[in-house]
Every structure is written in structure tokens, then in C-alpha cells.
């Protein structure tokens, strides 16, 4: 069986998990529990330009936030 993350042709929504990580998902798959969907399905470039766009830094939320000393 191939893996549905590397389907070009599928249909992706982009799910965020609880420190604001997003990944993609396939679409004929339940949403993972603790996760959102913050981009409903699409093509699976789409929705790694939404991903690439909003997650820039990738230390978890709560160390993005806080002071460096």
C-alpha cells in the first residue's frame, strides 16, 4: 500500500494541533483527536503553501511566547 500523504492527487484539509503545529491530513480520514481544522480539503499543494505559510518557526507556541534571556 503506498502512503496517502505522498497521494499528489489527493485531497488534503490542513489540521493544527494543540501548540499551533499544522500538518496535512488526508482527507478521507477522521480528524485527529487534539487537532483543528484550520484549512478545509484540498489539493495537496494548496494546502502545503497554507501550512508553509503560517508555520515559519518551529518551536512549539508556549516558547515562541516566551522571553529569551
Do not use: K
Request: contains cysteine; charged residues 20%; proline residues 14%.
Amino acid at each position: 500500500m503506498s502512503n496517502p500523504f505522498d497521494d499528489q492527487d489527493g485531497s488534503f484539509p490542513v489540521v493544527v494541533n494543540g501548540a499551533g503545529r499544522p500538518s496535512l491530513w488526508p482527507a478521507f480520514a477522521p480528524c485527529p483527536d487534539g487537532r483543528q481544522v484550520a484549512l478545509g480539503a484540498g489539493p495537496r499543494d494548496a494546502a502545503l503553501a497554507f501550512a508553509g505559510e503560517r508555520w515559519r518557526d518551529p518551536r512549539p507556541r508556549e516558547a515562541v511566547a516566551a522571553p529569551v534571556f
